[in-house]
């Protein structure tokens, strides 16, 4: 089942394209002189005389756009005026890193200081605090998350941007890919799982939930080493982030039941394996 090289290379690509915000572009009338951010030139008429990104912000000639525009579009905090329920390729770009700041921000926090608080990520924080930094992360602010010393509020934060995202960090397009390749590993009876088979179905994700998830899966690793402090089990764990990380597309709800003991057992090798998954 291990994906060959140009199966792999064909992935690659498609997870390239894939992880492109795609801008959206809106047909707009300038009550002001306005010149095409592509061209230079004057935009002409009374109404409806050009187009305006809805992602970046850019405003251009209709004739000005080309598929080179979808490449070179950058999220800007004017445009997209939130970070939580935003999708990950999204934020990702936006925030010009591997992972959004928000995630990088309460993972920092939390090996810095709760990686051994007991019932971490199972207990939650106090839910008005939760709203004061969600709201601040929304608005573009400076969050300092040293200033909050209840670790179980920024598990809780976290929790929350993963739970909003409208693709969930599994996302749709790779579950089935992914579903399949951990049951080649739970139905393994004998001899050692070949992890590489796990690691090659994540090929299949957006590159920005591929971060995420490695990140995240290293993070809570590590969340496991220190399970006789915290008392929070790979199984603990799973438990928690199964239906925070997977959720099967709303048109297949049948299965969703079906479908959660695999989704558990992946969340597991996920946390328990992920130096060999994500090395």
């Known amino acids: 089942m291990a994906l060959s090289e140009s199966a792999r290379l064909n992935v690659e690509l498609t997870r390239n394209e894939s992880s492109t915000a795609e801008p959206k572009n809106a047909v707009h009338t300038y009550k002001a002189p306005q010149w095409c951010d592509e061209c230079g030139q004057f935009v002409w008429g009374i109404s409806d005389q050009g187009m305006r990104c809805q992602t970046c912000g850019k405003d251009i000639h209709k004739y000005c756009y080309t598929a080179a525009m979808k490449e070179q579009c950058v999220p800007t905090k004017k445009m997209i005026k939130q970070v939580f329920g935003v999708d990950l390729t999204t934020i990702a770009k936006m925030d010009q890193g591997d992972i959004p700041n928000v995630v990088r921000d309460c993972i920092e926090t939390i090996e810095t200081r709760g990686l051994t608080d007991e019932g971490i990520y199972r207990l939650s924080g106090n839910c008005l605090t939760v709203a ?24 809780s934060v976290l929790k929350l941007f993963l739970r909003e995202l409208p693709d969930p960090v599994v996302s749709h397009d790779a579950y089935r890919e992914i579903l399949k390749a951990t049951a080649h590993i739970q139905n393994i009876q004998e001899g050692k799982p070949d992890w590489s088979v796990l690691a090659s179905s994540l090929q299949f994700l957006p590159r920005a939930h591929y971060h995420i998830l490695k990140h995240l899966s290293k993070h809570l690793h590590k969340v496991l080493a220190n399970c006789s402090l915290n008392k929070m089990s790979a199984n603990n764990l799973a438990t928690v982030f199964t239906p925070t990380l997977m959720r099967a597309h709303s048109s297949e709800n049948s299965a969703l039941i079906k479908d959660f003991s695999l989704q558990r057992f992946f969340v597991e090798c996920i946390i328990t394996k992920a130096p060999v998954l994500f090395d």
């Open 132 to 155: 004061e930094i969600k709201a601040k992360y929304d608005n573009g602010e400076k969050v300092d998350l040293s200033q909050y010393m209840d670790s179980n509020v920024i598990t």
